[in-house]
């Protein structure tokens, strides 16, 4: 079994909350809303680069342009954490012309702390053959992966984010979870050789 990253995010209510407060000045939802999302934005950026200095301006210019567009009539309504993803998904290909991801994948699937050393180095291999058969997938499908199951998006904010409908997310996910699996089952089947 293997897992991404997951990073607490606030419930749609409160986020929508938050969301409308920053919509009306206040600069301690402002400030929450970076708290909480700058994390979740950074790692996703830094899956997509290899620089973590890189990363983190990309990150923080996805900020620089929610603040500037929370007074504009393209501030996020609804959906926060979808918004800031698109635009940070949109300021990466900006940057970098569809470029695959670069960054290692240790952040995407880490190891338990808690584990014994033996189960901490049999998760290690599970861990590296996921990481393996990850990085063969098409960017698209390692995109929906981690936003679905890294970042637990809904099926709704990962097409809001990836700006496509649902029903293309729902098709996306099930080729790239069938392709993951197919490259699971190639990497396990070649290591046994």
Request: zero cysteines.
């Amino acid at each position: 079994m293997w897992l991404l990253l997951l990073l607490t995010l606030p419930e749609l209510p409160e986020e929508d909350h938050l969301l409308t407060r920053a919509r009306k000045g206040d600069r301690r939802a402002v400030a929450t809303i970076y708290e909480t999302y700058f994390e979740p934005i950074y790692q996703f950026v830094r899956w997509r680069v290899d620089d973590p200095q890189e990363a983190e301006d990309v990150t923080s210019e996805v900020f620089v342009k929610f603040l500037g567009a929370l007074q504009s009539p393209n501030a996020p309504r609804q959906s926060l954490r979808g918004w800031l993803f698109r635009v940070a998904r949109n300021v990466l290909y900006d940057r970098h012309r569809y470029a695959p991801p670069t960054a290692p994948l240790d952040d995407l699937i880490p190891a338990p702390a808690d584990a014994q050393a033996e189960a901490q180095a049999l998760a290690a291999l599970d861990a590296e053959h996921v990481r393996r058969a990850l990085r063969t997938l098409p960017t698209d499908q390692q995109e929906v992966l981690v936003l679905r199951f890294g970042q637990m998006f809904s099926l709704q904010e990962t097409a809001e984010s990836m700006g496509r409908s649902v029903s293309a997310i729902k098709s996306l996910q099930f080729r790239a979870v069938n392709a993951l699996r197919r490259a699971l089952g190639t990497s396990v089947s070649d290591e046994a050789r």
